[in-house]
């Protein structure tokens, strides 16, 4: 089992960046999948990105490919993403999430566990 704990979001203006952290404990998160999701008021959970527990697989969503980067800091167990060019409609709660087996799905439902979430604003 693993525990994921999201940090790094914040208030920024149409245009910035922002760097989110997944801490992962427990197992070390290179033994999962891993997805960034994100869920905006009143809309469903929706993926943003995934790199599956190899890194051989990389994925987006088609609304954040070119903006944001997803990558692994093996050495301190964390999930990085790396969201510039930020717009307004980024704005959600963004959640990461992870699921054994070596797949990146974009369906929420099948990752099995997740972290609590952290909140990012960008005005315009």
């Known amino acids: 089992q693993v525990q994921l704990l999201e940090s790094g979001g914040g208030l920024v203006q149409a245009g910035g960046s922002l760097r989110l952290s997944c801490a992962a404990s427990g197992r070390t998160f290179s033994s999962y999948t891993m997805g960034w999701f994100r869920q905006a008021p009143g809309k469903e959970r929706e993926f943003v990105a995934g790199?599956?527990?190899?890194?051989?697989?990389?994925d987006y969503a088609d609304s954040v490919k070119g903006r944001f980067t997803i990558s692994g800091d093996n050495a301190k167990n964390t999930l990085i993403l790396q969201m510039n060019s930020l717009k307004p409609q980024d704005t959600a709660v963004y959640y990461c999430?992870?699921?054994?087996?070596?797949?990146?799905?974009?369906?929420?439902?099948?990752?099995?566990?997740w972290g609590q979430g952290t909140q990012v604003t960008v005005s315009s």
């Open positions: 999430a992870a699921r054994s087996g070596n797949l990146v799905y974009q369906d929420y439902p099948r990752y099995d566990y």
């Open positions: 790199i599956n527990r190899s890194g051989s697989t990389i």
